[in-house]
């Protein structure tokens, strides 16, 4: 059973930096097609990272390029956000999610079928 919980939300200013994390079980992220979205409140979910573990291929929505890196560490089955120069217009709940496939990943646009509980990112001005 695939289990994905994230961490590592809070409470930041802004320019600060936080990393989240996204524990993953039931499957190994060696080779997997993972994401990170993030919804704020009254707007719709948004991907903004997506990697391709099995290559390392990465991908980034325009409005975090440049800001965060998504990574993976195969010896702890996890999948990170590194997330710096954070923006107020950061703020939402970021979620972590896989597709079903192991051997291919559409970046951005792969269909994600699986998704952990999310975690809170705030962002003060």
């Known amino acids: 059973q695939v289990q994905l919980v994230e961490s590592g939300g809070g409470s930041v200013q802004a320019g600060g930096s936080l990393r989240l994390s996204c524990a993953a079980s039931?499957?190994?992220?060696?080779?997997?097609?993972m994401g990170w979205f993030r919804q704020a409140p009254g707007k719709e979910r948004e991907v903004i990272a997506a990697?391709?573990?099995?290559?390392?291929?990465?991908y980034y929505a325009d409005s975090v390029k440049g800001r965060f890196t998504i990574s993976q560490d195969n010896a702890k089955n996890t999948v990170y956000l590194q997330m710096n120069s954070l923006k107020p217009e950061d703020t939402a709940m970021y979620y972590c999610?896989?597709?079903?496939?192991?051997?291919?990943?559409?970046?951005?646009?792969?269909?994600?079928?699986?998704w952990g509980q999310g975690t809170q990112v705030t962002v003060s001005s």
């Open positions: 039931g499957y190994t992220v060696s080779r997997a097609c």
């Open positions: 999610a896989k597709t079903k496939r192991f051997d291919y990943c559409d970046g951005l646009y792969s269909n994600f079928a699986y």
């Open positions: 990697i391709y573990t099995g290559g390392g291929t990465t």
